[in-house]
């Protein structure tokens, strides 16, 4: 009886997550009822006051460019993410980490579809989006989505499906602070809160516009400005995710590995990862789908999406060189680990700078993520004193903020940067603040850590006291794949 009561809370959770999210957004969404998702082709006027503006027809060459994009980001989850986190665990949790990422990648996807694209990427308010698209209503094929350059579009399906995969894999980054001891229920009932009231958010704040093809004058930027998101209408630039995505999942880690607590036998016993070539394979293969997730986020195959490719081909490989040598330096040896580790904190700290800095900037933030997320998975660890199993936020939350906070510097055109557009003058805007530009960036790094850690350990509390967060102590000692799943990846 107890455990059927339990389901029934757990169910019941889900539903409340779900039915809020519609509470939260539906006074902005009927405040105009005339509004039309803002992802789409802006109407042409009446026959009576003009003649009909010609249709806008997604290039097939941007298109064939985004549906590769989304697979290769699709691709970093599964199986890039599961077997690098895979490999980092004890081979007792191995399969329990790849079927979370399973699990949680389709959820995300489903509920993507169902209401997410349209809270995160339609017209309601700076915070949050509105139900124009809730179970992606009114989207068809010919549906069009705005890119950032004006008079070229996208098919929305193409764009919904990129972003989909965005949100799968922040919810996935997640669950490696807490790998090891954390009951597959709570962390489904987890994702599901957190997707909708902290990346939902996040993702309609520091991206959603409503695109410039509506831009003609100061007048026009300022009111299309005032449409955007609250991040966005602030100055943040993020061309990827660096606080949509990996600041934002850090500090949920972060706080779960508090709530949650640590390990059975943390400092006591050797936790070392079982499988390095797994993990050397799964950080090949994020390398790999990083092109889509960084050079895919220009939404055209042009020469921004060749600048994002490469920056994030040379800060990567500069940071496996600054992690490693660094390594050299104090331990006396290159690690595989470390290297692999390097990779991935490359790749996060790019992803915010990608479209928006030159080569040497993206060395030299490339370099800067090694040694500095070396040090966040080693000393500031130890500060912090927590027991994030796979470093995410050593990881991902320094090597975000990091490239959050350095992209306002490379971004200056005196450093090779693509500096701010000037949609008004269709140029390049002719002056740059550094300091300014810092400031803003601070604001939105801000912005993330309060919102994201506030609303996670929300959630997690409410979890703990409904079912419960980590498993029995026995089960932990078992091993999660038995004990969570009743198999095991290695037969004797």
Known sequence: MLTWMKRLVAGSAVALAIGAAGVMVTSPAHAD??????????????????????????????????????????????????????????????????????????VITVLWA?????????????????????????????????????????????????????ATITCCLIIGSFAERAKFSAILVFMIIWFTFSYLPIAHMVWFWPGPDDIKDAASLEAITARAGWLWQKGVLDFAGGTVVHINAAIAGLVGSYVIGKRVGYGKEAMKPHNLVYVMSGAALLWFGWFGFNAGSALEANGSAALAFVNTYLATAAAVLGWSVAEWVLKGKPSMLGAASG??????????????????????????AGVICLWGVTGLKKILGSDDSLDVFGVHGVGGISGALLTGVFADPALGGTGIWDYVANAAAPDYSIASQLWIQAQGVITTLIWSGVVSFIAFKLIDIVIGLRVKEDEEREGLDISSHGESAYES
């Open 343 to 368: 990779c991935v904190a490359g790749l996060v700290a790019i992803t915010p700078a990608a479209g928006f800095v030159g080569p040497m900037g993206s060395l030299a933030i490339g370099v800067f």
């Open 114 to 166: 169902l209401y997410g694209y349209s809270f995160a990427f339609t017209e309601g308010g700076a915070f949050v989006g509105g139900l124009d698209r809730l179970f992606l209503a009114g989207m068809t094929p010919d549906s069009v989505a705005a890119t950032f350059s004006k008079g070229v579009v996208i098919p929305e399906y193409v764009f919904m499906a990129f972003q989909a995969v965005f």
């Open 33 to 106: 009822e005339a509004k039309k998702p803002a992802v789409t082709a802006p109407a042409a006027a009446p026959a009576a006051a003009a003649p009909a503006a010609p249709a806008l027809v997604p290039n097939k060459g941007d298109t064939a460019w985004m549906l590769v994009s989304t697979a290769l980001v699709l691709l970093m989850t599964l199986p890039g993410l599961a077997l690098f986190y895979g490999g980092l665990t004890r081979s007792k949790n191995i399969l329990s980490i790849c079927m979370q990422c399973f699990m949680v990648f389709s």
